[in-house]
């Protein structure tokens, strides 16, 4: 994929296999807007995007899926709540594909399945940080997602509730069996969750592989 | 059941709100009320106003809504041209507002004609009329209020919501128009206010008389003249008290989607 900043050209490759990818980078060298490629949030000058054999992107053939025919979920870093919904409601909107009168069941179990059944009819604006972390997790999980995305989803909190989120996140990515892509500056985080990881500077990928390889003597990003 | 309670949450965390609007209503009530007995208020322009506010409300906000969405498409050719036509009654004469409407939708013109083949009867000095009058003097502030509510919302929230599978309706009706509401509500309470107080063009267009009845502006006039004065006095006491309350809630709701301004 390639596309245009003010600063930089975003020229990257990626092959994310199930499981987790993290991609990691200093601040402004375009992970996020990786994520928004992939979603189709953002368009390419140029660029493939493939999911399996989906083709989601191919500006040589004039194919642009839109973004809500793409099976994916997005953990955005501001998480973006509907805030005038509550948990429940959240975790329903995204899905449409289950039959109505299931949805409250399902949506339900989620909360429960990440630890936050009990804000089931609580607005947003009343969760702690980490609260919301997790219904933001279970309206990601609610759309049966082929790719999750999470743009550094735990960067607000504290280390202790940030050891529980990965711990989750790891789990959860056991069960889904899709791929994962983790935007994240923290090494520890890194570290912890990465089946694969990828560092990219300036819109380019500077490294890749395994943790122990890509990380190997790395106590300190950039950034 | 879900949506009854969802209803019901929004309805608890809006209570401060919704007591201010409860409270606001019955102060102008109150007065008039109060007007009435002190020797009475001629009911008849009050309430040819307000109907025709209330249904102008309806139109601006339904047509006011759509314009809007429409001008903030970034591709929409000579978008600034239209937002300033659109805005343009703020600044013209009503007497020339009124002469654009006769022209555009009198008996001679082809809305005309067409309106009178379809539904047999014609928009000039009619009430239909006195309600199209009143809308366009209104549809500009309804336009810029429903606007800033519209900018108000996060693009995050429709990102999100395009992410979990919505389509562009589905985002614009259950997120971007109830996160706007409050500008929404706001442009409906401007464009009433500025209804009920249109002379010059409902003048021009509807005629000084609809059905026999004049409406509240045109009898402050017709009383004041006819040696009327304390009628003409509380009828414009009347408006004034409806115009205030209504521009105070609207304020109200537009500061909500900007809390630091002042």
Redesign the interface.
Known sequence: MLSRSSEFALDVELTCPHGITCIMGPSGSGKSTILAVL?G?QAPDKGRVALGNQVWLDRASGIDV?????????V?Q?L???????A??NVE??M??VPRMER?AKAKALLDRVGVGHLA?R?PRTFSGGEAQRVALA?AL??SPELV?LDEPFSALDRELRAQLVALVRDLSKDLAVPIVHVTHSIAEARQLADQIVRVDKGRVVARGKADEVLAGVTTLEE | M?RA??LL??LR?ERGEIARFAITLAIVIGVIAYVQSQGGIVWEPMALSLRIALLSMVLTLVVGTALTVLLMWKRLPARDLLDAITSVPLVLPPTVLGYYLIVSLGTESAVGRAWQSVFGGQLIFTFKGAVIAASMGSLPLVVRSVRIGLESV?A??T?????????PLRVFF??VL??AAPGVIAGGMLGFARALGDYGATMFFASSRIDGVPTASIAVMDFFYGNHEAQARQMSFVMTVVGVGMLYLANRLTRRMHPNRA
Not at chain 1, 66 to 74: A, E, G, M, Q, T
Not at chain 1, 80 to 86: D, E, I
């Open positions: 979603a949030l839109p973004v809500h025919k793409r099976r994916l979920s997005y955005f501001g973006a709540l509907f805030p005038h919904m509550n429940l409601h909107y995204g449409q594909h409250a009819r607005r309206r609610a759309r995305l | 879900e309670s969802s949450d929004s965390a996060d995050s929230y990102n999100a919501a395009r992410t979990l599978g919505a389509g259950t997120i109830p996160l």
